[in-house]
C-alpha cells in the first residue's frame, strides 16, 4: 500500500479516535449512551441519519450496478431515496414521540406488556446480525484488496474499531463519526461527479448521448431490462427497500437523538436532501466508471462491481483521490457499523435485561453497565459470523435486513399508531409473522438454492423465484396483525386515545394532569 493511502486511512482512525475521545468526557448516563443526551440538532441529526444510511452497499455497490447494468442499477436509488418519504410522513414524529431508547420503547407505550418487548427485540437483534455480517463480510474484502492484510485480520480491525467507538463514546461518539463520514462521503462523491462532468464538456445530455455507446450493450444500457428481467421480482424488492427503511432499528433509534418531534421533522429533511443529492450523483459514478474504467476492469478488480468507485477515482484523480476515496469507504463501513452495534446492544442491554428480566429496576449505573457488556455481545458474536461467512455470497443479506424490517417491524408501527382495536395479541403476532416468513421465503429463494454450482449458498431448485420476498412476507406481517387482534378480545380504547394524543402531538396525559 502506497503512503498517500495510508496517510488517509491514518488520519480517519486517528480523527474518530480524538472523536470518541472527546464524547466519552460527555457519556456517563443511559441517556447520553443511547441517545446522545436528545441533545443533537436538525441538521446534526440528518447528517448522522444520511451518514448512517449511505453504507458501503450504497456508496461502493450503487456505483458498481449503475457501472455494470444502468439503469436496473439505478433502481437501488430510487428505492432508497422514496424510503425516506415514508420515515417523513409515517414514522419520524409518533416514534420521537412515543419512544425512549429503541422501538420496543415505542410499542410498549401503547402495550405495557413483556411479550411485546421480547418480540421487537428479537427482531431488532435479527435485522441486525444480517445488516452487520454483510457490512463486516463486505469490509474484510474492501480492506484486505487494499491494504494486501487477510480477510480475518481486516474483520477483527472494523470490529474492534465500531467497538472502541460505541464502548466508550455511545451514541455522541457514534453520531459524530457518521457527520464527518457524511461530509467526506459527499465531498468524495461531488470531486469524482465534477470529473465525470467535465470529460463530458460539462453537458449532461451529451454524457447520456455518449453512454448509448460507451458500453457493449449500447442504447439498451439506458433502458431497465438490462438486470432484472423478471417485473414482479423487481417490485418486490422495491418494496422492501421503500417500506424497510422505516423498520430499521438503527435508523429508528437516531429519532431518539434529538428533543422532540419538531427536529426529527428537520432531521429527516436535512437527511432527504443529502441523501437524494448523493443517489443523484450516484449516476455520474456509474456512468463515469462504465466509460472510462471499463466493465472488464471493474468485475476483475471484484465481479459484483463493488470497486467501479476507487478505480474511477483512480482513473480520473490519481492516487492521491483513489487513496482519499478507499479512506472514505473504511469510513463509510465504521460509521454504519458502530449505529448497528449501538442498536443491538440497546435491544439486549435495555430491552431484554433492563425491562424484562429486571422489570425496570435497574439503576443509571447499572445500565450503562448493561450497555456496554451488551456492545461486546453483540461486537463479538457479529465478528464470528462474518469470519465464517467469508466463501458465502452475502450481498442478499442486506436486503434481507430490510425485507424482515419491513414485515415485522413496520406493520406493528402503523396499527400501534392508526388502529384503535390493535391489542398485545396482534402486536406480537405482527412481528413473528413477518419475522419467520421473512426467512422462511429466503431460505427457499434463488438466493440460498440455486441448480448451478457457485451461484448460491446449496445447490438445488428454489421453492420460489423471487430473490426478495417482501412481495408476499410484508403482507403476510399486516394479515398477521389484524388476524392476531381479531382472534383476541383484549380492548383497552383509553390508552389507544392517549398514545393517538401523544402520538401526534407530544403531550401526554400525565403532562395535562400535572
Known sequence: MSFTALFFFVSIVGLTLVITWWASKRTSSASDFYTAGGGLTGWQNGLAIAGDYLSAASFLGIAGAVALFGFDGFFFSIGYLVAYLVVLYIVAEPLRNLGKFTLADMITARFENSKVRGTAALSTITI???????????AGGLIQLLLGIDYWAAVLLVGVMMTVYVLFGGMTATSWVQIIKAALLMLGTMIISFLVLQKFGFSIS?????????????A???NPGLRYTNGIDTISMLIALVLGTAGLPHILMR??????????RSSVIWATWIVGIF????IFLGFGAAAFVGKETIIAANPAGNMAAPLLAEALGGEILFSFICAVAFATILAVVAGLVLSGASALSHDIYGQIIKKGKISEKEQVLAARIGSITISVVSILLALGAQTLNVAFLVSLAFCIAASSNLPVIIYTIYWKKFNTTGAVTAMLTGLISALVLVAVSPNVWNPVEGKAIFVGDPLIMLTNPALISVPLGFLGGWIGTMLSKETNDAKYREVNVKANTGISVQDVSH
Open 128 to 138: 441486525v446480525l444480517f445488516y452487520m455480517i454483510a457490512q463486516l463480510v463486505g
Open 206 to 218: 451529451n454524457m447520456f448521448l455518449e453512454m448509448t455507446t460507451a458500453t457493449d450493450n449500447g
Open 220 to 222: 439498451a444500457y439506458l
Open 255 to 264: 429519532f431518539f437523538t434529538v428533543k422532540d418531534a419538531k427536529t426529527a
Open 279 to 282: 443517489y443523484v450523483l450516484t
